[in-house]
Nanobody
């Protein structure tokens, strides 16, 4: 019914940049919260950054000042600009959408399939 498709992951050297994108598709009326989570090998999934429909953002302390989250409500798309990448940023990054109001008047939470970001030292 609703899908999230991520793109933009890959291999980058420490200090480099990557931009992740996540597009939501389906029978969507509106999306309240969109965000990025990540999961490194052997670790729990953690919130990286979130943004609501009004543009208010929040970030994990570990990425503040390096990562920027943004969204295009008209395209139901969220972005994560990652600068000054560190090896410890290596993880699978997952897109998340919460409060997805559909044309069937249901509210969903949806996850993307994940995209791998690898930062080499």
């Amino acid at each position: 019914q609703v899908q999230l498709v991520e793109s933009g992951g890959g291999l980058v050297q420490a200090g480099g940049s990557l931009r992740l994108s996540c597009a939501a598709s389906g029978s969507i009326v509106s999306i309240n919260m969109m965000g990025w989570y990540r999961q490194a090998p052997g670790k729990q999934r953690e919130l990286v950054a979130g943004i609501n429909s009004r543009g208010s953002t929040n970030y994990a302390d570990s990425v503040k000042g390096r990562f920027t989250i943004s969204r295009d409500n008209a395209k139901n798309t969220v972005y994560l600009q990652m600068n000054s990448l560190k090896p410890e940023d290596t993880a699978v990054y997952y897109c998340n959408a919460r409060g997805v109001l559909t044309t069937s008047y249901t509210s969903l939470e949806v996850w993307g399939q994940g995209t791998l970001v690898t930062v080499s030292s």
